[in-house]
């Protein structure tokens, strides 16, 4: 177990080496770069600044922080907000139209199932605020701000039961400096209402081994399962957690959460399937195309050495390898994935492999706008005010607020580093570490874009706080 635990802590240790040297060297958006001279002048004050943050030891009534976060998202909400498109767009306008009871082609939700769960929750929303009001966009924007301040209430809550009141307000502070967090409110859509799973995974982890008993063992298999349905990437941390109670030894927690994980699964899936996914006024099967399989997205986050394509990131989403895949029949749309990945690492030398995987992750971890500076652009509504001449990148100031954005998202990546080698290979919070690692490995596979980071933004804190303050280490087993 023990060399186990080694291994983990040394692979751990290189990705996290690897995310900052690929972050720091290349490029970090295809479509705007920054200024690498300005972010590493910037980097170490705004270090050196959070360090005297935490050090004033700053307490605010918890009202008056939401207070602002409220006044920040209405802000853009008005001055931001974008006409739906895209799968937010897709997504929203079949929920629209199925309470208005009007045509909805469901073709969509065969080919990415994985947006069903959203699909399902808005038609849900929009029956019981239809009682109310018809503004079925701004009722949508409403959910994804509560789900957004749901999640900063959790990242307050887990940090004081990790750290302690110290660190619980300074973390809040440290949202400020992570923009996107806000910018995304107006976009409806899994980076931010999965936002909240990872964090109530830990709580609930934490609660069960305060009190113990069932109940939070069921939530926790429950929720697993519906953060699932919404994002994939939110299994991360139920894996990561998992395996905090091997490497601990703790067989007996193991099995009981395995236990409710597979149960919970087993039995919300049977009534997933049978409730709407096979519920012909739902529509989901009628036209038996068949989803897009795992190897799909694979395939489409390894672009070939010779693509002479416009890319959105480097593995970003690909329509021609959408329609590559839509050409086959669902049941040789596996062979025909596995046989285009197979020809296109057969271009690559282990070099240039390695240099395109360098500019993946550069891509995914270095863009400290998230992606929302070009989502915001969009189908934008108004481009005439100083917000979106700031934060979108058509924007008159962008570059200043990129610098600025690389420069925390730079310092981020370099306390997560500091803040794991701390730890000295004890097990603490390791499953903070290990999740990091799990999405790092998972999107250097996947299809990536630096938005996919969005959820585990609030994790991404916590991991830090071991610079500033002194880890709770019976919290951590």
């Known amino acids: ?18 995310i900052v040297f690929c972050s720091f060297v290349y490029d970090n958006n295809v479509f705007y770069q920054n200024n ?34 409220l006044a920040i998202d209405f802000l853009v909400m008005y001055f931001l907000r974008v006409t739906p498109s895209w799968d937010f767009g897709t997504i929203f306008y079949s929920a629209k139209s199925y309470v208005l009871h009007e045509i909805v082609d469901a073709s969509y939700f065969e080919y990415c199932p994985n947006n069903i769960m959203l699909y399902l929750v808005l038609i849900m929303l929009f029956k019981f605020s239809s009682l109310f009001t018809s503004h079925y966009l701004l009722v949508a924007i409403l959910f994804n701000a509560m789900m957004i301040l749901l999640s900063l209430y959790l990242l307050y809550k887990v940090a004081k039961m990790l750290y302690g009141n110290d660190a619980s307000s300074f973390v809040l502070v440290l949202t400020f400096f992570f923009i996107p967090i806000f910018l995304y409110v107006v976009i409806v859509y899994t980076d931010t209402v999965t936002m909240v799973f990872p964090l109530l995974y830990i709580y609930l982890f934490l609660k069960d081994k305060e009190k113990g008993g069932y109940r939070y063992l069921l939530l926790f298999g429950l929720f697993a399962f519906l953060g699932f349905c919404l994002k994939m990437s939110c299994l991360i941390m139920v894996i990561a957690i998992l395996l905090h109670l091997f490497l601990s030894k703790d067989f007996k927690r193991l099995g009981k959460y395995f236990v409710s994980v597979c149960f919970s699964f087993l039995v919300c899936y049977f009534v997933y ?25 694979i395939m489409m986050g390894l672009e070939s050495p010779n693509y002479a394509g416009s890319r959105n990131s480097y593995g970003g989403y690909n329509s021609l390898d959408e329609d590559y895949t839509k050409s086959f029949s669902k049941d ?21 492999l390695a240099n395109y995987l360098g500019k993946k992750i550069g891509n995914t971890w270095g863009d400290g706008s998230f992606y929302a500076s070009v989502k915001l652009t969009l189908k934008s509504v108004n481009r005439n005010n100083l917000l979106f001449d700031i ?43 290990t999740s990091i690692f799990g999405l790092f490995l998972f999107l250097v596979i996947w299809e990536t874009r630096s938005r996919y980071l969005v959820n585990y933004i609030p994790i991404f804190l916590l991991a830090i706080m071991p610079c500033f303050t002194i880890q709770d280490e019976k919290n951590g087993l």
Request: aromatic letters at 24%; glycine letters at 4%.
């Open 1 to 18: 177990m023990k060399k186990f635990r080694l291994l983990c802590y040394y692979l751990c240790l290189i990705g996290f080496f690897i």
């Open 273 to 297: 399937f049978n409730v709407f996914l096979s519920n012909p006024k739902y529509h989901f099967l009628d036209n038996n195309v068949g989803s897009l399989p795992f190897t799909h997205y």
């Open 36 to 69: 690498k001279l300005v972010v590493f002048f910037l980097m170490p004050f705004v270090i050196l600044f959070w360090f005297w943050l935490y050090k004033r030891k700053l307490r605010f009534p918890l009202w008056l922080y939401f207070l602002l976060v």
């Open 391 to 433: 934060f979108v990148c058509d924007g008159k100031y962008f570059k200043y607020y990129y610098n600025a954005a690389s420069a925390v998202m730079y310092a981020m990546l370099f306390l997560i580093l500091v803040s794991f080698i701390k730890q000295r290979g004890k097990l603490g919070n390791s499953y903070l570490y």
């Open 332 to 352: 040789e749309r596996i062979k025909a994935n596995l046989a285009e990945i197979d020809r296109r690492l057969s271009l690559y030398t282990p070099l240039s």
